[in-house]
């Protein structure tokens, strides 16, 4: 399996305006503390990440305990801007990617990329990474649970990841989130893979601490001081042994029976009632989704989707 860790651009935002070309005429627009940066051909997809990150990133500050401060968006209006904003190092699946640490994201056009998920939820991911790590203050978190906590955020669940965790898991076993720590596989299937992992992983720290939010755990995390000590407060036990408690946790929710795996029609019958089991186990789990969501906007939807984490 190939990992790969994100490289940190060097250069100062600035500088990666000027490495999309010389010829582009670049434009801004601001509201409050956000500001989307753009080429005119990608005015109507500014104005709509302006809109949403207007309405969300004041939200997700406010959840996580910290003061809002200004964050920059920039929307590459090519492949080769985008290779150089990002010094290549994004995946081809990957539309969007946030530096935390510099307050930017930066998005591929939906000029020149269909989004896998609504812009909505793009733009609420990579704003809640920066939201995290302000409200971190600090404290180091493993990739898997940056990752998490942003989808959570976003209302993401994707039948793609469903299936990729399904998968994995009955065709040799999980990711051990350890090697989620600083990096994720850069293959699309152990990505997807990877990103339900995240999500369960953090949605499982909620539930058994009974915190209940995303936000919530952030806050703390940064509490705590350290990222061990916050899973020691909030779970009794130590990072290894909630990792464990974790990935046994997700065996239990996405492992078929052998049996289902091969063409032995004997077991046919039992073979339903047990595909009918998984199924209600896993709308339980999306109806606790929908819980956490219940008091927050949806948001916007438009289909055209550390320190740094591609989306």
Same mark, same amino acid.
């Given at each position: 399996?190939?990992?790969?860790? &994100?490289?940190?651009?060097?250069?100062?935002?600035?500088?990666?305006?000027?490495?999309?070309?010389?010829?582009?005429?670049?434009?801004?627009?601001?509201?409050?503390?956000?500001?989307?940066?753009?080429?005119?051909?990608?005015?109507?997809?500014?104005?709509?990440?302006?809109?949403i990150a207007s309405e969300a990133?004041?939200?997700?500050?406010?959840?996580?305990?910290?003061?809002?401060?200004?964050?920059?968006?920039?929307?590459?209006?090519?492949?080769?801007?985008?290779?150089?904003?990002?010094?290549?190092?994004?995946?081809?699946?990957?539309?969007?990617?946030?530096?935390?640490?510099?307050?930017?994201?930066v998005l591929r056009s939906p000029?020149?990329?269909?989004?896998?998920?609504?812009?909505?939820?793009?733009? &609420?991911?990579?704003?809640?990474?920066?939201?995290?790590?302000?409200?971190?203050?600090?404290?180091?978190?493993?990739?898997?649970?940056?990752?998490?906590?942003?989808?959570?955020?976003?209302? *993401?669940?994707?039948?793609?990841?469903?299936?990729?965790?399904?998968?994995?898991?009955?065709?040799?076993?999980?990711?051990?989130?350890?090697?989620?720590?600083?990096?994720?596989?850069?293959?699309?299937?152990?990505?997807?893979?990877?990103?339900?992992?995240?999500?369960?992983?953090?949605?499982?720290?909620?539930?058994?601490?009974?915190?209940?939010?995303?936000?919530?755990?952030?806050?703390?995390?940064?509490?705590?001081?350290?990222?061990?000590?916050?899973?020691?407060?909030?779970?009794?036990?130590?990072?290894? *042994?909630?990792?464990?408690?974790?990935?046994?946790?997700?065996?239990?929710?996405?492992?078929?029976?052998?049996?289902?795996?091969?063409?032995?029609?004997?077991?046919?019958?039992?073979?339903?009632? &047990?595909?009918?089991?998984?199924?209600?186990?896993?709308?339980?789990?999306?109806?606790?989704?929908?819980?956490?969501?219940?008091?927050?906007?949806?948001?916007?939807?438009?289909?055209?989707?550390?320190?740094?984490?591609?989306?």
């Amino acid at each position: 399996m190939t990992r790969w860790k &994100v490289a940190a651009l060097l250069a100062v935002p600035a500088l990666l305006l000027a490495g999309a070309g010389p010829g582009t005429a670049w434009e801004s627009l601001s509201s409050g503390f956000i500001t989307v940066e753009h080429a005119p051909e990608d005015e109507l997809a500014a104005r709509r990440v302006l809109e949403i990150a207007s309405e969300a990133a004041p939200r997700l500050h406010r959840d996580m305990g910290v003061e809002p401060a200004p964050i920059r968006l920039q929307i590459a209006p090519d492949e080769t801007a985008f290779r150089d904003m990002t010094s290549g190092s994004v995946p081809e699946w990957g539309v969007g990617v946030a530096y935390p640490s510099r307050a930017l994201i930066v998005l591929r056009s939906p000029r020149i990329v269909e989004y896998p998920l609504a812009l909505g939820q793009i733009v &609420v991911h990579e704003l809640a990474h920066v939201a995290a790590h302000r409200g971190l203050r600090g404290v180091r978190a493993p990739r898997w649970f940056h990752e998490g906590v942003a989808m959570m955020s976003a209302g *993401e669940w994707r039948l793609g990841s469903l299936d990729a965790m399904v998968a994995r898991i009955g065709g040799g076993g999980t990711i051990p989130l350890a090697e989620l720590d600083t990096s994720f596989p850069y293959d699309t299937s152990d990505a997807s893979a990877a990103y339900a992992e995240s999500f369960f992983a953090v949605d499982y720290l909620a539930e058994v601490s009974g915190v209940g939010t995303a936000p919530d755990l952030v806050r703390a995390m940064g509490a705590a001081g350290s990222f061990d000590e916050g899973v020691r407060m909030l779970t009794g036990g130590g990072q290894d *042994e909630f990792e464990r408690n974790a990935v046994a946790a997700m065996r239990r929710s996405f492992t078929l029976p052998l049996f289902l795996r091969t063409g032995d029609f004997l077991f046919l019958g039992l073979a339903v009632l &047990v595909v009918v089991a998984l199924v209600l186990r896993l709308r339980t789990r999306r109806r606790r989704m929908a819980d956490l969501a219940e008091n927050r906007d949806e948001p916007p939807r438009w289909k055209p989707g550390s320190d740094s984490a591609w989306h």
